[in-house]
């Protein structure tokens, strides 16, 4: 059985960077596509781009590009996503989510990301 | 990049109530939309991949159907731990969201 850990809750200030990390277990590092999903408090869900772990190529939303940047760890099994240049918009709860051919039912349990002065 | 609609946006219905939502995709993707639900504080879980796969452990009253750009989830018999926001996803390009669903209870 597949399970997906994330990082704890951060808070943050507007201009500061954030990373968040990601920890699939219980399958095989190789075979996922590692997706980050974003919602803001009371909104939808938005994608924020994926990553390829073992070849660590990486594919952005055109709204965060430049501003985001996924790396993967072979060693540790483990996806970190970096969002730079926060500001209250980015207030949010960040997902990471597996593709694993053409199922994506494997998330993690969400962290909070607070950007406040 | 593939927009998708969903409709409606908030659907009040009964216990028991058979409802439909649906989803269009701005281009064809196949059969590569999910379905999830999700209640507050929780991450979205899945109910239907592959347009109509459902998820190991969803009951059976949920059923996903369709191709190409119109899909719909429909849940044959409202049960109270149905009561929750739906959204539709499409993975054949990127990831994209439908804007969701609130079902609620009339």
């Known amino acids: 059985q597949v399970q997906v850990v994330q990082s704890g809750p951060e808070v943050k200030k507007p201009g500061s960077s954030v990373n968040v990390s990601c920890k699939p277990s219980?399958?095989?590092?190789?075979?996922?596509?590692v997706n980050w999903v974003r919602q803001a408090p009371g909104q939808g869900l938005e994608w924020l781009g994926a990553?390829?772990?073992?070849?660590?190529?990486?594919n952005y939303a055109q709204k965060f590009r430049g501003r985001v940047a996924f790396t993967a760890d072979t060693s540790t099994m483990s996806v970190y996503m970096q969002l730079s240049r926060l500001t209250s918009e980015d207030t949010a709860v960040y997902y990471c989510?597996?593709?694993?051919?053409?199922?994506?039912?494997?998330w993690g349990q969400g962290t909070l990301v607070t950007v406040s002065s | 990049d593939i927009q998708m609609t969903q409709s409606p946006f908030t659907l009040s219905a009964s216990v028991g109530d058979r409802i439909t939502i649906t989803c269009r995709a701005s281009?064809?993707?196949?059969?590569?939309l999910a379905w999830y639900q999700q209640k507050p504080g929780k991450a979205p879980k899945l109910l239907i991949y592959?347009?109509?796969n459902l998820e190991s452990g969803v009951p059976s009253t949920f059923r996903g159907s369709g191709s190409g750009t119109e899909f719909t989830l429909t849940i044959s018999s409202l049960q109270p731990a149905d009561f929750a926001t739906y959204y539709c996803?499409?993975?054949?390009?990127?990831?994209?969201f439908g804007q969701g669903t609130r079902v609620e209870i009339k």
């Open positions: 989510a597996l593709r694993y051919d053409d199922y994506v039912g494997y």
């Open positions: 219980g399958g095989s590092f190789s075979s996922y596509i």
């Open positions: 281009q064809s993707i196949g059969d590569l």
């Open positions: 990553i390829i772990p073992t070849v660590d190529v990486a």
């Open positions: 996803q499409q993975y054949s390009s990127k990831w994209t």
């Open positions: 592959k347009a109509s």
